[in-house]
Nanobody, 124 residues
Framework: QVTLVESGGGLVQAGGSLRLSCAAS????????MGWFRQAPGKEREFVAA????????YYADSVKGRFTISRDNAKNTVYLQMNSLKCEDTAVYYC????WGKGSLNSYEYDYWGQGTQVTVSS
């Protein structure tokens, strides 16, 4: 069992940056591949980025590639999402998720645990 708590969301102007954090409870953080997903109003939840258990492999949605960077610090039980060059279409609730013994999946159904989400709003 792991509890995930996101932070770092907020209101930012287009072109700006934010860094999201997701802190995990427990001592077995390295057991989980981690992912970030987002859901905009009236839309389905979509994949944003994922990182393998060791942090060596990362995966990104085409819409954020080159602008967002996912990373993790297993010593701090934390995964990060650095978001640069933000666009209005990045506005959404962002969720982190944990995939037990996973490799870093694009599919939400492979994730076992989810955080409560943090709102990111990008204004023009």
């Amino acid at each position: 069992q792991v509890t995930l708590v996101e932070s770092g969301g907020g209101l930012v102007q287009a072109g700006g940056s934010l860094r999201l954090s997701c802190a995990a409870s427990g001592r077995t953080f390295s057991r989980y591949a981690m992912g970030w997903f987002r859901q905009a109003p009236g839309k389905e939840r979509e994949f944003v980025a994922a990182v393998s258990r060791s942090g060596d492999s990362t995966y990104y949605a085409d819409s954020v590639k080159g602008r967002f960077t996912i990373s993790r610090d297993n010593a701090k039980n934390t995964v990060y999402l650095q978001m640069n060059s933000l666009k209005c279409e990045d506005t959404a609730v962002y969720y982190c998720a944990a995939d037990t013994w996973g490799k870093g999946s694009l599919n939400s159904y492979e994730y076992d645990y989810w955080g409560q989400g943090t709102q990111v709003t990008v204004s023009s």
